[in-house]
């Protein structure tokens, strides 16, 4: 039986991470890389497909888990009769190679331990070439080669795991290490486990007080600005969407997606995120990264790369997996990739512009590469797209889709009028004031006052709540507040909102059966509707209902199935966290909460000129 997804804390050195189950096991890890073929795939299957379980002989209960005070260094102890012991995992911020280090504390008694390593490459499909080597245990199989040592030896069984027993008692510690190195690299050298744990809990510790948010809801923000360091490759700058594939946005359902890419929506949410919270050295590497991944053609941008900038990720079936809670197909690459997606280039540039007004350098070739963008965008933004969504069926006009090239165009704009930057004011203005007035004309439903799916359709978009953080139009504004009533009636179960309405005829939209869980970003964003529109206690109250659905160490999927309860879908998902830190730097900073200061800029065409 799997583990339930919120069962799952991260650990991770900021170019790949893991995912530990509340008992101890180790059921994801995919190395080098983010991206790369899991050699531990218990996640997806079963204790073949790959897994490190350590756990005391007999078993034993969790008592309390969490991470060391803002760090990525996750304790989790573990009490039977014999006594009670804490298994401290990390993976060091890596200078070489790939590392997860993990110590057996003994706390209480003296505890009789077992560890059990299933090696499984290529997520769980390669069983390695295994050798014992002294104290040392050495899997090779093509490109990867894995060692596992410590202080105590792994002994090796015919089924190709790798056990070892030994007794922890009070005051007493026991480490272990895991590394990755490529084919042709060097011996690995020994590692003191306990000296670099602590190095590893001071490093995260420095990152985390660069933070510059000490409000009401500090420990929540600090923590899900952790979680998107550890989603943030950074040899090159790249954010990730979440360090799964495939965990299900329905139970046992067919919405199984890889997440392990860099999604220019989903980073520069994030960028703008990490710019309110003080991190401008992330903002600058990513405007790198950026740069780099959209380097050519501005008609072969792509609404999705792999960390460095890699175009090519074509989606494929692991038919050798089952699945999580039996969720087939699992999914490696995202087909999204080719899809064609409007909304990225409102996005892109309001965060350049986020950038300018943080006082981040102006670098000259991004001023250049939004100059292409807009060229394009002046003969294509009337062209149908996938939408922000991804809607796998046909193309359409989507509402959202021309708000986010009505920003595109008032960011460009913003930077000639703001920023004394060169470009044809004019000929944007006018393109901006056009998209305006056909958004409202045909993207709005006066009969039923709200902004709809796509123009001339019924249906709704819970995308369309971002429109007042834009700066499309006010919060306040009669349309607005059609759409807020709108989305509360229609798009929310049991007080949280879906993406868009679902129906057994929107398969036709999004090429899917029908069936997900409420979508948190969107409840996060319908909160920040309620405070923008002075409706702070229901702002608050929706916020904090939100914060409640985090998991014990504070981390969020993308979705929630309120019929079971439980987190859906992939984790932990950039898009969440970034929302939350939002909405809570919102509630506290009044008329000075990011959303009002980004969207309420003036610059809008709210009168139709
Ligand atoms: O619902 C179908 C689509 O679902 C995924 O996309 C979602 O996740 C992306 C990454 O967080 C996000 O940018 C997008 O807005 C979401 O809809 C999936 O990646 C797609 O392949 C799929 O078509």
């Known amino acids: 039986m799997s583990l339930r997804i919120e069962d799952y804390a991260l650990i991770g050195d900021t170019q790949t991470a893991g995912l530990v189950g509340h008992n101890g096991s180790l059921e994801w890890l995919c190395l080098p890389r983010m991206d790369s073929g899991a050699c531990f795939a218990a996640l997806l299957g079963d204790p073949e497909h790959g897994q490190w379980t350590l756990a005391p002989l007999g078993g034993a209960r969790t008592v309390r888990r969490g991470y060391r005070k803002d760090t990525l260094v996750l304790e989790t102890e573990l009490i039977n009769d014999e006594g009670t012991v804490r298994i401290v995992d990390c993976m060091p911020i890596r200078r070489d190679n790939p590392r997860v280090l993990r110590t057996v504390e003994g706390v209480h008694g003296r505890v009789r331990m077992r560890s059990d390593v299933r090696l499984r490459f290529e997520y769980g499909h390669d069983r390695p070439w295994i050798r014992t080597e002294g104290h040392r245990i050495n899997a090779i199989a093509g490109p990867h080669s894995v060692i596992l040592d410590g202080d105590v030896p792994h002994r090796l069984d015919d089924r190709a795991m790798c056990s070892a027993e030994f007794s922890v008692g009070a005051g007493e510690r026991v480490g272990l290490r895991l590394a990755w190195a490529g084919p042709r690299q060097p011996e690995l050298e020994r590692v003191d486990i306990a000296k670099t744990v602590r190095s590893t809990e001071k490093w995260w510790r420095d990152w985390a007080a660069q933070c510059s948010y000490d409000g009401e809801y500090r420990d929540a923000v600090v923590r899900s600005l952790i979680a998107l360091k550890a989603l943030a490759y950074s040899p090159s700058g790249g954010i990730v969407a979440a360090v799964t594939t495939s965990l299900p946005e329905q139970l046992g359902g067919v919405r199984n997606w890889d997440y392990r890419f860099c999604w220019i929506r989903d980073a520069t949410f994030t960028l703008m995120a990490l710019l309110e919270a ?9 405007r790198e990264w950026l740069l780099r991944a959209m380097a050519g053609a501005p008609e072969q941008m792509q609404i999705v790369y792999g960390v460095d900038g890699e175009r090519r990720l074509t989606e494929s079936e692991l ?25 990225v280039y409102g996005e892109l540039m309001d965060a350049l512009h986020q950038a300018r007004t943080h006082g981040i350098p102006p670098d000259p070739d991004a001023w250049q590469l939004q100059r292409t963008l807009l060229d394009f965008l002046e003969s294509h933004w009337d062209d149908p797209d996938n939408g922000i969504w991804e809607m796998r069926g046909p193309r359409r006009h989507f509402t959202h889709s021309k708000v986010m090239v009505w920003a595109a165009a008032d960011r460009a704009v913003q930077g000639i009028e703001q920023f004394g930057l060169d470009g044809p004011a004019d000929r944007w203005k006018a393109l ?16 039923r006052n709200t902004f709809t799916h796509y123009y001339g359709s019924s249906s709704l978009d819970a995308a369309l709540l971002l429109i007042p953080a834009i700066g499309f139009l006010p919060a306040d504004d009669p349309r607005m507040r059609g759409t807020v009533e709108a989305v509360e009636k229609h798009l929310r179960q049991d007080g949280f909102v879906q993406r868009y309405t679902m129906t057994k005829r929107s398969e036709e939209l999004d090429g899917l059966p029908p069936g997900e869980g409420a979508f948190l970003p969107c409840t996060f964003w319908l909160a920040d509707n309620y405070i923008l529109q002075g409706r702070r206690d229901e702002g608050r109250e929706l916020f904090e209902r939100l914060l409640d659905l ?53 610059s809008t065409d709210q009168d139709g000129r």
């Open 432 to 447: 901006r004031h056009t998209i305006f007035a056909e958004v409202c004309d045909k993207g709005f439903d006066t009969a």
């Open 278 to 286: 003080g991190y401008e050295r992330e903002a600058r590497a990513w």
């Open 319 to 343: 038919p050798w997996l089952p699945g999580y809670a039996g969720s087939r197909p699992v999914r490696i690459g995202n087909a999204a990739s080719e899809q064609f997606q409007l909304d």
């Open 550 to 602: 985090r998991n014990d160490v504070g981390l969020l999927s993308e979705e929630y199935d309120t019929g079971t309860g439980r987190l859906v879908g992939n984790v932990p998902q950039a898009f969440s966290h970034v929302a939350l830190i939002n909405t809570a730097l919102n509630l506290s900073g009044g008329d000075r909460g990011p959303i009002r200061r980004r969207g309420g800029s003036g």
